[in-house]
């Protein structure tokens, strides 16, 4: 799994970061920065709960690594 | 500095007409040296017959000649033939936005040659079963040009033209085939490929003008032919827009792989102290005579041909200030839908413009906010403008450290490089 941001709907409120602080940070106008990689499975429960926090639903957990 | 950095430069679009020219012998722009547009007797006496191929076929054969787009990101053109979705039938989308403004070599094909555009969008059409084949286009005279040449044949029954608009980045496939499907010009949050669901959800085949053009001459050439120009690797031609520091401007095909020393001797460039190649979304390089111009030698350069533009900036003119002038066009050219590219673009114009007008730590804010915005978008707009800034500071380190100590490098800002007089993107 991985995390995704629909950047056409972040805000940039910085729920995402708060839950998961150690793979998502904040550039300095507050919009999320999110660490490479796989989510691994000790982050997946508070990566869901990131996922459902954002108000502005910008961020998804993809099984898809790829992209377009 | 006597100069200012906001001076209005003329664009391509002002100039009555662009000249055109060729290194080696003309494929998309035969018989230009004769006509101002090729009509469609004149197209086929050039030309010959328009070859139909099957979609297998066509697959096969521009993945032997290894074709790739020449909108901008060089993708293999057999790739989205393969990578289209078969259940639904398909629709064919022939981009001529040309939101690239120093590039004009699209507009140059369909104001002059749009037979062959056409061409190519029924070769495409009928291999892949298409409903619709429709050519966008910004400019009026490319739109006049072509319903012009599809007034003087009957066999283009699925082609038609739609005039779209929009700020550089309304260009981006993903962005038009929203538009077409009645939505605004700008690219969807999520990133699904138009050969998975384009205009309207169905699978779209888009293509760059030059590369649907390519796809007529290849299908009536065959892949034997095709291959007797250009690069072993790279077979073909490729169309550049020439301009900047030269005595002959213009748009040119060149056999691909030919040397930019060739290529800046044939176009008059006299002692250039930097080029930009690809466009506003390419890459500052050292005008080197031994880089090979093909993608290749292109990306062991440090570039990307992107769209086929070759600007450059003359050792009597301040390179920075030009980058400057773009950076801050770009910036204004967001779409302002993507938070880091609406507030980072800004800020990496801002640090530019620190960054010429002396002031210290400007080159670090810039690197930092040019890797800040990169990849963080809807679109590539942010990652283009990224390479830009930064492919600029990493040539023009003497340049910088000339403006760091002495508030200047003593050269004027002519204006080089093309900026419409656009205002910001409408969000």
């Known amino acids: 799994m991985k995390l995704d941001i629909d950047w056409t709907r972040c805000d940039g409120h910085g729920l995402c970061s708060a839950v998961l602080p150690d793979r998502i940070a904040r550039d300095e106008w507050g919009f999320p920065i999110i660490a490479g990689g796989a989510v691994t499975d000790s982050e997946l429960r508070a990566a869901r709960r990131a996922v459902g926090i954002c108000p502005a639903l910008a961020l998804r957990l993809s099984a898809d690594p790829t992209h377009a | ?14 100039r009555p007409t662009v000249p055109a020219w060729t290194i080696g012998a003309p494929r998309l722009l035969a018989g230009l040296d004769r006509n101002a547009v090729v009509d469609y007797t004149t197209h086929l006496q050039l030309h010959g ?93 490319a739109e006049q040009a072509l ?48 050969t998975e669901a384009g205009v309207n959800n169905a699978p779209t085949l888009a293509g760059n003008v030059e590369t649907i053009a390519q796809v007529a001459v290849l299908t009536r050439l065959g892949v034997g032919r095709f291959r007797e120009t250009g690069a072993r690797t790279e077979p073909g031609t490729i169309l550049l827009t020439i301009g900047g520091a030269v005595t002959r401007p213009g748009v040119v095909e060149i056999p691909i792989g030919t040397p930019l020393g060739i290529v800046l001797a044939a176009a008059g460039a006299s002692d250039p102290q930097a080029v930009l190649i690809g466009g506003y979304h390419g890459s500052w390089l050292a005008p080197l005579p031994d880089i090979t111009l093909s993608h290749d030698g292109l990306h062991s350069a440090g570039g990307t041909f992107g769209a086929g533009v070759v600007m450059l900036i003359g050792s009597h003119a301040c390179a920075l200030g030009e980058v400057a002038r773009v950076t801050a066009w770009l910036a204004a050219q967001s779409a302002q839908q993507c938070g880091p590219c609406r507030f980072g673009l800004p800020a990496l114009a801002a640090d530019v413009q620190a960054i010429w007008s002396g002031a ?31 492919s600029a500071l990493h040539l023009l380190q003497d340049e910088t450290a000339a403006h760091l100590q002495h508030g200047g490098c003593g050269r004027p800002v002519v204006g080089v490089l093309p900026v419409p007089a656009t205002t910001a993107a409408q969000a």
């Open chain 2, 1 to 14: 500095m006597t100069a200012t950095l906001h001076r209005p430069a003329a664009t391509p679009t002002s």
């Open chain 2, 49 to 141: 017959p328009l070859h139909h191929t099957d979609r297998a076929r066509l697959t096969d054969t521009v993945d032997q000649v290894g074709l790739r787009g020449r909108g901008g990101a060089g993708f293999p053109f057999a790739q989205k033939l393969r990578s289209l979705r078969t259940e639904s039938r398909p629709v064919v989308v022939v981009n001529g936005s040309e939101s690239e403004p120093a590039s004009f070599k699209d507009r140059l094909l369909m104001r002059r040659a749009p037979h062959l555009v056409i061409d190519g969008a029924l070769v495409v059409a009928r291999a892949i079963n298409a409903a619709d084949a429709i050519i966008t286009v910004h400019d009026a005279i």
């Open chain 2, 147 to 194: 319903r012009a040449a599809l007034a003087q044949r009957s066999d283009a029954g699925p082609v038609r033209i739609e005039r779209s608009t929009g700020p550089f980045a309304a260009g981006e496939v993903r962005a038009l085939a929203r538009f077409l499907s009645g939505g605004p010009a700008l690219a969807p949050g999520r990133r699904v490929l138009p």
């Open chain 2, 360 to 390: 210290p730590h400007g080159v670090d804010a810039a690197l930092r906010h040019a890797r800040m915005v990169d990849g963080r978008g809807a679109c590539a707009h942010p990652d283009g403008t990224a390479r830009f800034v930064a």
